[in-house]
Nanobody
């Protein structure tokens, strides 16, 4: 059984950088053909795909967030990390990590095999 667990600060101040980590168990993040994504859901809004890192370590980003987003991985810990720079209150959301076999800027839940439970990030001074 594959499990994903997000971790990170619950509260950050505007203009700061938020760093979130997804720890994966039950599967290796280097397993062929999987994409490991970060997805968020602001309050009252839909799911937004932020970016992904694939099994080779190649990264992909939502163009609307690319200038502020960086995704990396630590294969020794079987983790991948999201950094979002220069946050504003509009970045307040529940942030999820997820595993899937396709890349799609439009989030379709059934296209992902596994999801983390999500972690709340609030941007406020």
């Amino acid at each position: 059984q594959v499990q994903l667990q997000e971790s990170g600060p619950g509260l950050v101040k505007p203009s700061q950088t938020v760093s979130l980590t997804c720890t994966v168990s039950g599967a290796s993040i280097t397993t062929n053909y999987y994409y490991w994504s970060w997805i968020r859901q602001p309050p009252g809004k839909g799911l937004e795909w932020m970016g992904a890192i694939d099994y080779r370590g190649s990264t992909y980003y939502n163009p609307s967030l690319k200038s502020r987003t960086s995704i990396s991985r630590d294969t020794s810990k079987n983790q991948f990390t999201l950094q979002l720079n220069s946050v504003t209150p509009e970045d307040t959301a529940v942030y999820y990590c997820a595993r899937g076999r396709t890349l799609n800027i439009v989030v379709v839940r059934k296209e992902y095999d596994d999801w983390g439970q999500g972690t709340q990030v609030t941007v406020s001074s």
